[in-house]
């Protein structure tokens, strides 16, 4: 028997924790207007709120989200809705200004994010606004291939191409998205930490003493594999909440300013912080799998 043959009482009680979060909006979407904490005048939905994901997802690597969204708005404040036309503006001027970001001098893409933010706007300028033309591709994999290589390290090189994917996934959350028009049958979710984690305690890797794949294209098939079968019409829904599996909830502080280093006795302590699927969900009362959870609060 295979493991789905063998797992179906599991595998329903992992849909009704899937269906848990049906309604949550990904954590970037709060620092958009209509969010708990708006930096930007913008929805996501709207165009420039969409280019702003775009850039977001092109920056998103080797650093932490509410850190990330510092940057953004602090870019944001310098140029307004002259950001969207960096392409055009003196380079000189944009690396100045992102010098000025002292507590970021140890991230592995500082020196390169005046490259990346210049290559994603002249992405823009090519191909205009960003849901239409998703939908006019009709296949999420042709995109994430065109995204890969148009924009400067996006991640042409990479088997997993994670900043293009997670930016696919951004758009089917979208108020009024359609994403049965681009996310094929081929189409793929990019995987993360706790989508492994999720699989090693709810899924076919419990269990396990060597995982099933040896190169990075087959990693990214098999997870795949296991969402479409958890929601074949959509798999696009079981990203959020396999990743927020045991998460740490990140965007429970808001981004401060002004962006100096916060070393030594001067650090600012973070907020406490609870398990991401926990604060969604209302608590482990709420959750199908919180029996068999080794993270759940005492029932």
Known sequence: MTWVERNRVQIEKIRSYVLGFQNTRPPVFEWF????????????????????????????????????????????????VDFFRLNKLPFEDLQSRMRRLTDLEDWVLHPKVPGILRSVCDFFFKHGRLAPWIQAQGDGETSVGILCDEIFMMGKTSAFKSKPRYFLWLLTQLPGAEPAGFWSERTMLP??????????????????????????????????????????ENPWT??????????????????????????????QADTERKWLCRDILGGCLQCALAPDCPGREEL
């Open 33 to 80: 207007q209509g969010g708990r904490e708006p930096l930007f005048p913008l929805t996501p939905e709207s165009d420039r709120g969409t280019a702003l994901l775009l850039c977001y997802c092109a920056l998103y690597q080797n650093i932490r989200p509410e850190k990330l969204i510092r940057v953004l708005a602090y870019l944001w404040k310098e140029y307004d």
């Open 238 to 267: 079981v990203y959020a909440p396999l990743d927020a599996y045991l998460k740490s909830n990140g965007f429970s502080k808001a981004p401060q300013f002004p962006m100096v280093a916060t070393t030594g006795k001067n650090a």
């Open 191 to 232: 995987i993360t930490p706790g989508h492994l984690r999720f699989l090693r305690e709810f899924g076919p890797l419990k269990n396990r003493r060597h995982s099933p794949w040896v190169t990075p294209e087959e990693k990214l098939s098999y997870c795949n594999r296991f969402f479409r079968m958890l929601a074949p």
